[in-house]
């Protein structure tokens, strides 16, 4: 059963691990490594020099180094920019975590030329079912309007966060949104997990 | 030997790189090198210090206080950090809820006017709330139980209270009717009831923003459910938390602005939360003490920006409770907060002293943003 296959592949966030905003950022830290290495090196190598001379001409020789180091990364980095965060073509899950009621949002979307083309976001209840036309119905039928139409605008409002992902290509542009619903909260959540597949 | 001015290099190396001999950098071409790595982007030198950590981000997700917990951390110690996070704001729940029976909250309420002996933190959130109380004249007021009770049972039966419930209801709602004694103990008078749904979550992101700067995490975002958000640091590219700041309604989650946000904090409070429909009147969760029903001041929702999450969040229900009027009058006599507001007739207003990091993406939604000084 797939909800069974969902479940095994489930996990909770805690300790999801990435370079903070893709490749560009963790290729200016790299830069800075290189920087901090050098002139460990060469402070080394001054204390052990015996002359200043000889010191004077090392330096010019690893100023050239330097130079040549950062030109090269820095040319690096400029492809970065242009090119940004690469996505993986394909389809790709996230899962949020169990919101109060054991229920939590599944996110499929899908990569081509580094762009989302589509996306579903669907939420499993506890019992194995989805939040669908049924949602807000008890055993099967409306037992109440105000309750069934609450229930039906959250549903639509999934659909809505999913279609706004595809035509925005980001969420929102923002790091959180103030007042947004569990729903959203777990959709972010999963758009989250969904695309850090993409981007391995 | 031209001389290449020393001054726009010494601010934006950072101080880990400072104790390098100075002989290192004395060469023109080292110094040409270095600005321009440094000065073609500014957090460079930041990231250059963090090199032997790069920064790592890492996220968690988990529901306490009856709403969904997100928080994302960055820096080597960011998971750890993280997973002791979530264990203080599970603590701070069973501390102060007051669906708990057996949380502190929960005894102090059931005591029946005896002195109870709390933790530190239940006994701090308490005292401020106290203070908010105070300072807003009761607009937000934390002695509020029996009130919020009474709604919440209608809103489960879907039925409006009776002006007699609610006055009933209304007697002991003053935080006047809480008593603190020199041990630090504290009782509640005339049968009066605390809920601390209103200042618990602003209260757990200052525990936790405390919390990332002595683990010396580098950022971190707290976002505790529909109502605070707690903003430590800056991102490792150097930009300032941004966040988006929601329209009134239920279904879509259109945003009419964003706030940047660096070391401070975000509380909002919006009328679509909880509310329920009966006889064609939406009643919802901020609830006026002066007349014992959901307020209803023309105020859709108010964000509050603030140097502390506790005051944050009582200050977004006690100026969603005055008014627009009321509200900024109230700013300018205290000044010590930051504020914007959006209005049932779809107006956006902030306070001055925001306007700096408050962007207004609402024009295309039908919104209008007003002066200050409307």
Known sequence: M????????????????????????????????????????????????????NISLKSQAISIILSVVFMVVML???????????????????????????????????????????????????DGSIKDI???KVNGVVANQDYYDKAQLAVEAMKQYAQQLVQAQDLEGVDVIAGATIAYNQFNEAVDAALAEAKK | MPCVPQTPLGPLVSRDLRPAPPVLFSR?????????????????????????????????????MGTMMRFCAYGAQAQRFLE??????????????????????????????????????????????????????????????????LWSASKQAGVVPTPEDIAQALAPCSYRTIERDEQGRFRLLNGARVDLGGIGKGYAADVLCAQARQAGV????????????????????????KVGLKTATTADIATYGTVCLRDRFLSSSGDWEQCFVKGGRRYHHILDKSSGYPA???????AVIADSGAQSEAYS???????????????????DFEAVFLTSDRQVIATPKISTSFEFTGEDMGYHLLPYNY
Request: aromatic content about 8%.
């Open chain 1, 2 to 53: 797939m909800h069974d296959v969902t479940v095994k592949t489930r996990s909770k966030n805690v300790g999801t691990q990435e370079t903070p905003t893709g490749a560009g950022t963790g290729r200016t830290s790299g830069a800075g490594t290189g920087l901090y290495q050098l002139t460990t090196r060469r402070k080394a190598g001054l204390h052990q020099g015996p002359s200043r001379r």
């Open chain 1, 76 to 126: 690096v980095g400029c492809k970065d920019t242009t090119r940004e965060v690469t996505l993986r073509d394909g389809t790709f899950s996230g899962f949020s975590s169990e919101d109060d009621t054991a229920a939590y949002g599944e996110v499929t979307v899908t990569i081509q030329d580094n762009k989302i083309t589509d996306c579903r976001f669907v939420t499993w209840q506890a």
């Open chain 1, 134 to 136: 049924d949602y807000g």
């Open chain 2, 28 to 64: 023109p071409v080292d110094r040409v090198w270095l600005m321009m790595l440094f000065t073609k982007k500014k957090s460079r030198s930041r990231a250059a210090h963090e090199a032997t950590a790069a920064p790592l981000k890492a996220t968690v997700s988990f529901i306490a």
């Open chain 2, 84 to 149: 002791n996070a979530e264990a203080t704001t599970v603590e701070l729940d069973r501390l102060l809820s007051v669906f708990s029976p057996h949380s502190e909250v929960s005894q102090l309420n059931e005591a029946d006017g005896a002195w109870i002996e709390l933790s530190a933190h239940t006994a701090a959130v308490l005292s401020e709330a106290c203070d908010y109380s105070a300072q807003t004249d009761g607009t937000y007021d934390l002695a509020i139980g029996t009130l919020v009770n």
């Open chain 2, 218 to 241: 580098s950022a971190a975002l707290f976002s505790l459910g529909t109502s605070s958000v707690g903003a430590w640091g800056e991102k490792p590219d150097g930009s300032p938390w």
């Open chain 2, 296 to 302: 209803d001041t023309g105020l859709r929702s108010v």
């Open chain 2, 317 to 335: 229900t006690a100026l969603f409770v005055m008014g627009l009027d009321d509200a900024l009058a109230f700013y300018r006599q205290r000044g």
